[in-house]
C-alpha cells in the first residue's frame, strides 16, 4: 500500500522471511514508488522492500533531485535530497521495525545515483548497495569510510547517457573509500538487462554468505 507519511510517499512491503536485509528501492527518471517491487522481490525472495517516490518534478517526471542538464547535477540540492533520504531512511526503520544498519539499496538511473550520494554522504544510512546505470554524483573532497562495504555496480557497454570513463571514475571513487566493489558490464544500454539481474542476485547471496 502506498503511504505519504515519514516525508516520502512510498511502499513498504515486510519481510516473510526473517534475518534478511532490507531492500531500499530507488527508481529511475519517471518512476514511483512501485517501479522496482518486482526487481526487489525478484533480486531477494521474502526480503522488506522501502520504496519511496522521489520527490522533484522535472517536467511531471518523479526524480530524487534536480539536474541541470543531462549529467548535469543541481549539487546544492543533490545534497538536500541526500540527506532528506538519510533522514527518511531513519524513520522509516523506527517506524516499521527494520535494522537500518542493514539496509542495502538497489537503484537503477538517477535512483541508483542518489544511492551513490548515500554511500559518499551519509555512508551511515546503507550497509551495501547495488548500483544500476549509475554515474558519480559527486566527487567528495575527504572519501567517506567505507571499509568493506559491499556495492555491485551494473552498466551497458552502450548505454549513451553514461560515458564508461564516468562508470569508471564512481568504481575508483568507491574503491578509494575501502568499498569492497564488483562490477558488472554488459552489451545493452541504458537499462537492466536478464544478465545484470541474475548477476546482482548471485552477488546479493554471495553477501549474505
Known amino acids: 500500500m502506498t503511504v505519504s507519511d515519514l516525508g516520502f510517499i512510498h511502499q513498504f512491503v515486510p519481510a516473510t522471511v526473517p534475518g534478511l536485509p532490507t531492500l531500499l528501492l530507488l527508481h529511475g527518471t519517471g518512476g514511483d514508488e512501485n517501479d522496482l517491487l518486482d526487481l526487489g522481490r525478484a533480486l531477494l525472495p ?3 522492500l522501502l520504496s519511496p517516490r522521489g520527490k522533484v518534478s522535472e517536467e511531471g517526471m ?9 549529467g548535469v547535477f543541481d549539487q546544492e540540492d543533490l545534497r538536500r535530497r541526500t540527506d532528506e533520504l538519510a533522514t527518511f531512511v531513519a524513520a522509516a526503520a523506527a517506524n516499521y ?4 544498519n542493514q539496509m542495502i539499496a538497489v537503484g ?5 545515483n542518489i544511492a551513490a550520494s548515500l554511500l559518499l554522504r551519509q555512508p551511515a544510512a546503507l550497509a551495501g548497495a547495488i548500483l544500476l546505470s ?3 554524483p559527486f566527487v567528495p573532497a575527504t572519501p567517506p569510510d567505507l571499509a568493506g562495504r559491499p556495492i555491485f555496480i551494473g552498466e551497458g557497454r552502450r548505454d549513451p ?6 562508470a569508471a571514475q564512481l ?14 558490464w554488459h552489451d545493452g544500454g541504458h537499462t ?10 548471485a552477488w546479493l547471496a554471495q553477501t549474505r554468505g
Open 134 to 136: 549509475a554515474m558519480v
Open 108 to 112: 537503477f538511473s538517477n535512483g541508483a
Open 161 to 166: 547517457l553514461i560515458p564508461a570513463a564516468n
Open 97 to 100: 521495525g527494520f535494522a537500518s
Open 171 to 184: 568504481v575508483a571513487i568507491l574503491t578509494v573509500a575501502g568499498a569492497t566493489v564488483t562490477e558488472h
Open 46 to 48: 521474502g526480503t522488506a
Open 192 to 201: 537492466i538487462t536478464p544478465d545484470e539481474l541474475r548477476a546482482a542476485q
Open 62 to 70: 518523479a526524480r530524487f533531485f534536480r539536474r541541470m542538464a543531462e
